[in-house]
Nanobody, 123 residues
Framework: VQLQASGGGLVQPGGSLRLSCAAS?????????????MYWFRQAPGRDREFVAA????????YYSDSAKGRFTISRDNAKNTVWLQMNSLNPEDTADYFC????????????WGQGTLVTVSS
């Protein structure tokens, strides 16, 4: 499974961004896209990577970190093999490389990772 994240950039505090992650790869290793749980993680300079949001396979339940809850929304379109992260009310503490990831069953350590897309929140 190959994951391509995009949509990062420079945004002012209070602004919004929408990140996209397109999944591809040889038939998703023999499985359909909707069989994968999808995640967003982020890593700020000098800090450990941290979980941001997840959308569970099949039923689409969503989970968020405390910092993302109420501001970020994860969604997916299985027909387009794509997952999004809508980020609102951004603040400088949200500045980080954002990574999408995938696994079959929900896990703390997804199997597949894409490259990061940089989000910078600054005035």
């Amino acid at each position: 499974v190959q994951l391509q994240a995009s949509g990062g950039g420079l945004v002012q505090p209070g602004g919004s961004l929408r990140l996209s992650c397109a999944a591809s790869g040889r038939a998703f290793s023999g499985r359909a896209f909707n069989e994968y749980t999808m995640y967003w993680f982020r890593q700020a300079p000098g800090r450990d990577r941290e979980f941001v949001a997840a959308i569970i396979r099949y039923d689409g339940r969503t989970y968020y970190s405390d910092s993302a809850k109420g501001r970020f929304t994860i969604s997916r379109d299985n027909a387009k093999n794509t997952v999004w992260l809508q980020m609102n009310s951004l603040n400088p503490e949200d500045t980080a490389d954002y990574f999408c990831a995938a696994s079959l069953a929900p896990t703390d350590n997804p199997n597949y990772w894409g490259q990061g897309t940089l989000v910078t929140v600054s005035s």
